[in-house]
């Protein structure tokens, strides 16, 4: 077993930071050492000037997912490449199941797209495109046996994952009674669906339509609906993705100001993207950035509060809904009609990036960048001490963070299989040095040393993380 000291540099962790030096034995932390301790080892890292922090944890991805009458252009072994660039070292990725599709198959099929494939760890949560008794049999056994212990369900897309009231009632007591998560895409999918009826009928076909179809008070409506439901179904842990709204969000700090078990989560292209500034752009350009929940107007501070929501734990966890589709072919799917824009764009290498930021920004601290980032996120998810803290014990996945280092976004310089960047152009300060991936270093000063395969599938435990 190689022993790695990562000296001199500064630790952070969700709860603090200190000088420190790392010492990692194989593929685990050996200890946590006060500066400058004599200490046998085969390498030493110099990591002065620099942030060591445990790697990224991205809950939120879809890779090579079938969806929109295409697939997300990532396949597990670009977008684990293009996290590990970016110090994201482990992702979870969601499994589909549609309606009358079988579970256990659907988990077989991502099996065999990841494994052997992936340069980082990688978990697995379950969309449910059908709530009926076999899927929740099912629900106990991946609960049980596969380490798949969250679920995501749509109120929107009708026909295609929309889950409705009685559906998600009966899967959210059944997570009540199995100890799993319930994700929710909150927004309102058959209201919307008439909204984009009557928008198409009017000849309004631009990619902006696509967020004005979907008004915050759709967001927020099924946001609420969901929170009741999850109080109906016994106080099930409930956990709302990509959150964009202002409205949204005030539903969720309501309902956490009373104690329920509600979490949400949002993602840099709502912190930093806009509809007049990027849906809107002129042309079909729009269409990059085309997701749901989609991008809200500057004109009211849905960024600002998203930033709040960070700070007060609102929203507990940055992930980036990583499902890119290139523009230059399958977003021109919905050319002359926004609604077949394939959703989603793509953002797992620019997370740790983006977020960071906001910490130069002034708008986060550097200890909840780790802990929105990383440590929450494992421990969310069933994966924290493994994951999301540098401790004797947890895997040896680190990140050596320059604070000053300029980074500068662009589709000529990253490594995801997309053909134009969501934040193309954008000059940041901060920089990922060197990361580390189970004791393996897959990254240093711009040379990739990752090895296909290195990353293995994390069963995952039930949350521990209840407030
Ligand atoms: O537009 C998005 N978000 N695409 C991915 C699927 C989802 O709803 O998360
Ligand atoms: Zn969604
Ligand atoms: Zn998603
Ligand atoms: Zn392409």
Excluded at 274 to 289: C, R, T
Excluded at 409 to 428: C, K, P, Q, R
């Amino acid at each position: 077993m190689t022993r790695t000291l990562i000296s001199g540099g500064t630790l952070i962790s969700a709860t603090g930071s200190h000088t420190a030096d790392v010492l990692i034995d194989g593929e685990t932390i050996a200890a946590v050492l006060s500066p400058g301790t004599t200490i046998e080892a085969d390498e030493t890292i110099d990591a002065t000037g620099t942030y060591v922090l445990p790697g990224g944890v991205d809950v939120h991805t879809h890779m090579q997912m079938p969806f929109g009458g295409t697939e997300a252009s990532d396949t597990f072994e670009t977008g684990t490449r293009a996290a590990a660039w970016g110090g994201t070292t482990t992702i979870v990725d969601f499994v589909v199941q549609r309606t009358g599709e079988d579970v256990l198959a659907a988990l077989e099929d991502w099996h065999t797209k990841a494994d052997g494939n992936c340069f980082v760890d990688y978990g697995f949560h379950m969309i449910l495109g059908g709530v009926d008794e076999s899927s929740l049999k099912a629900m106990d056994q991946l609960v049980a046996h596969e380490g798949i212990t969250s679920f995501k369900l749509f109120m929107a897309y009708p026909g295609v994952f929309l889950s409705d009231d009685a559906q998600i009632l009966r899967a959210m007591q059944r997570a009540g009674d199995n100890g799993a998560m319930i994700m929710m895409h909150a927004e309102n999918g058959t209201a919307i669906d008439e909204l984009v009826r009557q928008a198409l009928a009017r000849g309004d076909t631009d990619p902006k339509f696509h967020s004005l179809t979907r008004p915050v008070q759709l967001e927020a409506e099924a946001t609420n609906r969901a929170i009741l439901l999850a109080e109906v179904a016994g106080g099930t842990p409930l956990y709302v993705v990509h959150v964009s709204a202002s409205q949204a969000l005030a539903r969720i700090g309501e309902a956490r100001a009373t104690g329920a078990n509600v979490f949400a989560e949002t993602c840099p292209q709502y912190l930093y993207l806009s509809l007049e500034d990027h849906l809107a752009a002129p042309g079909f350009e729009g269409a990059k950035y085309a997701c749901s929940t989609p991008l809200r107007t500057k004109h009211e501070p849905h960024a600002d509060d998203l930033w709040r929501g960070l700070r007060t734990d609102d929203l507990a966890v940055v992930s980036t809904d990583h499902c890119p589709f290139c523009f230059n072919d399958q977003k021109q799917l919905g050319l002359g009609d926004f609604s077949k824009i394939p959703n989603g764009m793509g953002g797992v290498e620019h997370r740790m990036d983006l977020v960071h930021q906001g910490v130069v920004d002034g708008k986060l601290s550097l200890q909840r960048w780790v802990e929105t980032c990383s440590t929450t996120p494992a421990r969310m998810f069933g994966m924290y001490p493994r994951k999301g803290v540098i401790a004797p014990g947890s895997d040896a996945d680190v990140v050596l963070y320059d604070p000053a280092a300029p980074t500068r976004v662009s589709v000529e310089t990253h490594h995801m299989n997309i053909d134009y960047s969501a934040f193309e152009g954008f000059e940041l300060t901060g920089g990922v040095r060197t990361v580390i991936a189970r004791g393996r270093t897959v990254l240093d000063r711009g040379t990739f040393t990752g090895v296909q395969g290195h990353g293995q599938y994390v069963k995952r435990e039930l949350s521990q993380y209840l407030r």
